[in-house]
Every structure is written in C-alpha cells, then in structure tokens.
C-alpha cells in the first residue's frame, strides 16, 4: 500500500535532498581544495569566477559574501597558484575582472572530469528533455531564492 505525501511533505523532502547535495558538494569540494593545494574559500571563488566567465573583484565579493578586502587576497593568492589572472575589461580599461587560466582547467579535469562524465551520463540516461527542463527550472528557482536570503541576511549584519 503506498502512503500519499501531501505537497507540503513532498516540500520539505526536496529540501532535505538539496541540502544533502549540498553537504556532498561540500565534502567534493573541501577534497578538491585540498588536491588543488588551495583553502576552500578560495576553490569557492575560482568557481565562482568560473561560471561567470570572469568577473570583476566587486562582483566577486557580492557573489561570494566577502568583503572587498578578503577578496582581494583570494584573488592574489588565486593568481600565485596560477589558477586566475587579471586583465582590463575590454568595455572599460580601467575595470580589472579576474578570469580563470586554461591551468587552472588542466588540473581540474583530473577532478572533475570524472564527474561531468558522470552526470552525463545518469542523468541523460534517467531522465527525459523535458524533466530535465523542469530540473533546471527547480535549480533557477531554489538558486533566486537563495539569493533573497543572502540579501537578507547581508542587511541584518
């Protein structure tokens, strides 16, 4: 006999599932820090600077919650690795935007090479076009959320 879930159950269900794919992302992530010889703050960032195709210190900071200063840092020891550079903005020379390296990619597909290849494969396997624009529409969504509560929380410190 299966139980029926009322949508609130079902809610609170998703949210568990995100924040253990969260905890798992985590603990990938603390390993990849530790194999790339860099602190987890700064894998966050490169990330972050990855998925924007380069951005500038500012916009770092607000993505990632840290001040001006800290980022700063981040982007110094980020360049001293050899994982990010800088360069002008090609709409406005004086703006500098960081920009992850093609060496920072080479030693990352060793980490996450084997992961994508995963996700490829499981999720094309598992699920169809249009679930998995539904997925994506379920990540946009929790993601404009998260981002509300970041502001929230930057305006009550």
């Known amino acids: 006999m299966t139980t029926r879930r009322s949508k609130s159950d079902l809610v609170d269900e998703v949210i568990r599932e995100f924040r253990a794919s969260t ?4 603990a990938f992530e603390h390993l990849a820090a530790e194999e790339l010889g860099v602190n987890e703050t ?4 490169v990330n972050i600077i990855e998925n924007s195709g380069g951005l500038s210190a500012g916009e770092l900071a607000s993505l990632s919650g840290l001040t001006a200063g800290a980022v700063t840092g981040v982007i110094d020891r980020l360049e001293r690795a050899g994982f990010v550079r800088r360069v002008s903005d090609a709409s406005d ?7 992850v390296t093609a060496a920072f990619y080479g030693r990352a597909n060793r980490i996450w090479g084997p992961l994508a ?6 999720l094309a396997a598992r699920f169809t076009v249009q679930e998995l ?5 379920f990540l946009t969504a929790a993601n404009d959320l998260s981002r509300r509560h970041v502001e929230r929380l930057r305006e009550m410190g």
């Open 23 to 26: 905890n798992q992302d985590l």
């Open 133 to 137: 624009k539904r997925i994506t529409d």
């Open 42 to 45: 700064d894998l966050h960032c």
């Open 117 to 122: 290849a995963d996700w490829h494969g499981v």
């Open 93 to 99: 020379r004086r703006r500098v935007m960081a920009e």
